[in-house]
């Protein structure tokens, strides 16, 4: 079951006398955080509505309604904040990587599973998927056309056809 609240960032301090926060966001651009009015904030997803919010050296400056002094950005120092996963459009062929982990990842030829999805790094080029097989080795497969062949996160399964080479055990 898809979560409908997704962790997207963390108050790690305040900015300045006017409550702003500085929030670090765990999303691929930190912009990202714009698209929101509001925020959800700990485990009880309060919402916060943002006023203003711009980045700054790979952080995320935020002002929230009601959150005024450095007495109350401080109080908030350590809430991670979620969005709604209902107030976002992803593009096609984009996805959630809370809604990747834990998927099978299935070999495209003999439908052999070579583990569990446990992470996904993300190096610039192309993001590199963590997978662990059942006897606990880690196995790492680029996300590239040539490789990944599918993704089907409601199915909770990746589908791939590795590189000559790219596994140890690989023919």
């Known amino acids: 079951m898809k979560k409908q609240y997704l962790e997207i960032g963390k108050i790690v ?10 929030v670090q966001p765990w999303c691929d651009e930190p912009a990202f955080l714009y698209e929101f009015e509001v925020l959800y904030a700990g485990k009880h997803h309060t919402p916060m509505t943002i006023t203003n919010a711009r980045v ?6 935020v002002n929230f309604k009601g959150v005024e002094t450095p007495e109350q ?3 908030l120092r350590g809430t991670v904040l979620y969005m ?9 062929d984009t996805y959630f990587i809370q809604d ?20 996904i790094l993300q190096t610039g080029a192309n993001d ?18 040539d490789v990944v062949l599918e993704i089907n996160p409601d199915e909770e399964r990746i589908v791939i056809r590795p590189l000559k080479g790219l596994f140890d055990d690989a023919d």
Do not use: F, W
């Open 100 to 119: 990747l982990l834990g998927a099978a990842v299935i070999d495209a030829d003999d439908g052999r599973e070579y583990g569990r999805l446990t992470d």
């Open 128 to 145: 590199v998927y963590t997978v662990k097989t059942p006897q606990g080795k880690e196995l790492l497969v680029p996300v590239i056309p």
């Open 73 to 75: 950005a401080e109080a």
């Open 56 to 61: 700054q050296k790979n952080m995320v400056l």
């Open 84 to 92: 709604n996963r209902d107030e976002v459009a992803l593009d096609e």
């Open 13 to 22: 301090s305040l900015h300045g006398l006017n409550g702003t926060c500085k």
